[in-house]
């Protein structure tokens, strides 16, 4: 059974910092998917990483994928407020099915 | 362009009591999933329709049923609702093939609450 394990699990951090979520999973997948979720709201779409050694940047948020470590990084530049929230990584639980599983989520919190 | 939506926003029922929660999907997609998020959780896959059958299922009781019509929306239907129902409903859709064919996209969420 595939398992996906975020950490940390919560992560308080000054403006300006700089920190990296992780993402590992248990079995071979090719595509991993990274969400944005504010509190009573539904998932945003960050990124699709579909191969090993993808690298994808948006603004502050840069997502990798290495899939032969079965590991998923979302580092975080020069963290602003505006950036807290909960990130969500999900891996296919059969390749190209949508059948997705969950990590427990990274709840960021970032202080003036 | 549409994104998916969902239907009812809020709901409150009983336990022992039925619900019904609607989904339409994104415009040109094809597939429908549902998730269960309950508070501070991950989603937990429920099930998947495509071409109006059930595809994938997750590890939910038979008391979580859905259907697909032909205009691609969807249905999800809980049966003798228990307090552990209480959760956000999330709705997502993809068009099936293609090259990023597995991009899902969520629509808003029905928030049950089950008293």
């Known amino acids: 059974e595939l398992k996906v394990e975020q950490n940390p699990l919560f992560l308080s951090m000054q403006e300006g910092k700089n920190y990296t979520i992780y993402c590992n999973y248990s079995?071979?997948?090719?595509?991993l998917y990274w969400y944005r979720q504010d509190p009573g709201k539904s998932l945003e779409s960050l990124f699709v990483?579909?191969?090993?050694?993808a690298v994808k940047q948006e603004g502050r948020l840069m997502a990798s994928l290495d899939t032969k470590a079965r590991l998923s990084t979302l580092h975080i530049t020069a963290a602003v407020h505006d950036l807290s929230a909960t990130y969500f990584c999900?891996?296919?639980?059969?390749?190209?099915?949508?059948?997705?599983?969950f990590g427990q989520g990274t709840r960021l919190t970032i202080n003036p | 362009d549409a994104g998916v939506t969902q239907s009812p926003t809020h709901l409150i029922k009983t336990r022992g009591q039925q619900v019904t929660l609607r989904c339409s999907p994104k415009?040109?997609?094809?597939?429908v999933s549902w998730y269960q998020q309950a508070l501070g959780q991950g989603p937990q896959f429920i099930f998947q329709?495509?071409?109006?059958?059930?595809?994938q299922r997750g590890n939910f009781p038979d008391r979580f049923s859905g259907h697909q019509f032909p205009n691609y929306s969807s249905e999800l239907n809980v049966n003798a609702l228990l307090l552990g129902d209480s959760a956000l409903y999330l709705c997502?859709?993809?068009?099936?093939?293609?090259?990023?064919?597995?991009?899902?996209?969520f629509g808003p969420g029905t928030r049950l609450t089950v008293l």
């Open positions: 415009s040109g997609h094809d597939t």
């Open positions: 990483l579909l191969s090993n050694g």
């Open positions: 997502a859709s993809n068009k099936m093939g293609g090259l990023r064919s597995n991009e899902q996209f």
């Open positions: 999900a891996v296919d639980a059969i390749q190209g099915a949508q059948k997705l599983v």
């Open positions: 079995t071979t997948s090719d595509r």
């Open positions: 329709y495509y071409e109006e059958e059930e595809r």
